[in-house]
């Protein structure tokens, strides 16, 4: 099983403050990579997909770069509507696996 | 417009059994592989079954092996969850959940149906 370590766990950042978040991979994954937004009651939100690709609709501040085993997400500016946990997923094995999860709070 | 929508949730008592549905439209689902994918309460996301397009190849989580059974009907356009023995650690939103191709590289998720287990 590929494992899927992301960090931090949590965040509490300020309106136009810059966030990054890592996910690393136990195993190479090539760019097979998602992140996705979750508020709470909702499905997951797809942000970027194969690593670096804007999901249609997100907002530009999202961006994402990374490949092998190492990939970070981030926000250029956060915005109040970017509350909510952030989750990356590599799709390289059948066998799907999630980071834990990093709660973006507002400050 | 690609949708897919579970149902089939509710609450079960522990040992009992439940059987989810996804409908889906919007694109071919006979070319695509599906997955299920749940979320216990305030926890992260759990992959937990796969399903190829042609239903040859099937995997589970281990948490999940030996009592949950995958299917689907692509006559129907449909994908299915069997749940047996269920257990309090099976209470969680199930969502269906299409998988990449190099052609449709998003992954799709339904809106989701929750499972509680519990007396």
């Known amino acids: 099983e590929i494992q899927m370590t992301q960090s931090p766990t949590s965040l509490s950042a300020s309106v136009g403050d810059r966030v990054t978040i890592t996910c690393r991979a136990s195993?190479?994954?090539?760019?097979?990579l998602h992140w996705y937004q979750q508020k709470p009651g909702k499905a997951p939100k797809l942000l970027i997909y194969?690593?670096?690709n804007l999901q249609s609709g997100v907002p530009s501040r999202f961006s994402a770069s990374g490949s092998e085993t190492e990939f970070t997400l981030t926000i250029s500016s956060l915005q109040p509507d970017d509350f909510g946990t952030y989750f990356c997923?590599?799709?390289?094995?059948?066998?799907?696996?999630f980071g834990q999860g990093t709660k973006v709070e507002i400050k | 417009e690609v949708q897919l929508v579970e149902s089939g949730g509710g609450l079960v008592p522990p040992g009992g059994s439940l059987r989810l549905s996804c409908e889906a439209s919007?694109?071919?689902?006979?070319?695509?592989?599906m997955n299920w994918v749940r979320q216990s309460p305030g926890k992260g996301l759990q992959w937990i079954a796969y399903?190829?397009?042609?239903?040859?190849?099937?995997f589970y989580a281990d948490s999940v092996k030996g009592r949950f059974t995958i299917s689907r009907d692509n006559d129907r356009g449909s994908l299915f969850l069997e749940m047996n023995s269920l257990r309090a650690e099976d209470t969680a939103v199930y969502y269906c959940?299409?998988?990449?191709?190099?052609?449709?590289?998003?992954?799709?998720w339904g809106q989701g149906t929750p499972v509680a287990v519990s007396s």
């Open positions: 195993h190479s994954i090539s760019t097979d």
């Open positions: 399903i190829s397009s042609g239903a040859i190849n099937i």
């Open positions: 919007g694109f071919t689902f006979s070319t695509f592989e």
């Open positions: 194969d690593a670096s």
């Open positions: 997923q590599q799709s390289y094995s059948s066998l799907w696996t």
């Open positions: 959940v299409r998988a990449p191709t190099v052609m449709s590289p998003q992954i799709f």
